[in-house]
């Protein structure tokens, strides 16, 4: 009788600065799936924190056999961790979540399941639960309609970084190097056989989101100039309009010329210093949206890694 190789299961859980409720985190995750009938390892990335969370998980890694962790020389941002903790994963299959509590690992089973049965990526939704619109919610909704329009690659609303990817799909996201990653949109480009899975979120453990707003705002901007060139059509579709507009206001003055209503025309600085205004302001976004695609163009030819290891734990 030949025996059956259990499937080699990653968990990656990047980490910022929650000493208070990592071990928690941990003991709930373990509890669950020890109840499963795989060979789980967990790879905890540890993104620069300052506030004990360090020591908190070397201990917790004294204590278990199947975590490794990975320290980054510093903060590099939610995507850059994930990235790390997915190169240095090596099993069957590899389930991202957050570390927060928030992404119940009640679903792991059912993540499993799905992928066994042909599926390479398993994505999660979280489900709105209705209530007041709050800021995060309202701009949420509004980015993912405005990416999904302008980009050629459709991103579900709701998506979460709690997924499971097969190899196959993993080696295909390890082939993206681009230094400027919005994960969401780079697995739903992949293409692989995906399959929904929706999800309620309950509260954090403990602490406050450290996900700011100024660290969504750069991940909506890694998105639309990642996925769309659509600010530059705006400003050459901007340009198309004013030289439109130029084009009717010379023939309008052409035809008071010929008809001999010349004092209709009137000699005015008014207009021609709004036209010179609203032409020049058009010009500066369209330099501007120029100049943050040559931005990246530069960041990603210097080649720079997407993140850096200060210290690492392996699993025994």
């Known amino acids: 009788m030949v025996k059956t ?17 990592v071990e928690r985190t941990h003991a709930h995750l373990r509890a669950v799936v020890d109840a499963l009938p795989y060979d789980f390892r967990f790879i905890y990335v540890d993104d620069g924190s300052s506030d004990g969370t360090t020591d908190t998980l070397r201990k917790i890694a004294d204590g278990d056999p199947g975590i490794s962790l990975l ?6 941002g939610h995507q850059a961790a994930l990235t790390a903790g997915m190169d240095a994963a090596t099993g069957d299959v590899v389930i991202t979540m957050d570390g927060d ?32 619109a709050t800021f995060k919610k309202v701009t949420s909704n509004i980015f993912y309609r405005l990416i999904n329009v302008i980009s050629g690659t459709q991103i579900m ?33 992949m293409g692989y056989a995906s399959v929904i899975l929706p999800y309620r979120e309950p509260e954090r ?16 901007s890694d998105a639309v100039f990642s996925f769309s060139l659509a600010p530059l059509y705006i400003g050459l579709s901007s340009g198309l309009a004013f ?10 003055v052409a ?9 209709r025309i009137v000699d005015g600085w008014s207009s ?45």
Not at 8 to 21: G, K, R
Not at 162 to 178: T, Y
Not at 206 to 212: D, F, R, V
Not at 255 to 263: A, F, K, P, Q, V
């Open 157 to 189: 609303q709701g998506a979460a970084d709690f997924r499971a990817l097969s190899r196959d799909a993993l080696n295909g996201l390890r082939s993206m190097h681009e230094y400027h990653r919005f994960l969401r949109g780079m697995i739903s480009w």
């Open 101 to 132: 509590g928030q992404h119940p690992p009640e679903m792991i089973a059912q993540m499993l399941n799905l992928i066994q049965q042909g599926y390479d990526i398993v994505q999660t939704q979280r489900i709105d639960e209705g209530g007041a």
């Open 5 to 21: 190789q259990k499937l080699q299961v990653d968990i990656v859980i990047p980490i910022f600065n929650e000493a208070e409720l």
């Open 71 to 76: 320290q980054l020389s510093r903060n590099f």
């Open 272 to 316: 021609l210093m709004a036209i010179m205004l609203i032409a020049s302001g058009i010009i500066m976004i369209l330099l501007g949206f120029i100049g943050v695609y040559v931005g990246y163009i530069f960041q990603e030819v210097k080649g720079r890694p997407v993140y850096l290891i200060k210290g690492k734990k392996q699993d025994d």
């Open 243 to 252: 030289l439109i507009l130029a084009a009717a206001q010379m023939i309008w």
């Open 205 to 220: 453990l403990a602490g406050k989101s450290k996900y700011s707003l100024g660290k969504m705002i750069r991940l909506a």
């Open 255 to 263: 035809s008071l010329w010929l008809t001999g209503n010349t004092e």
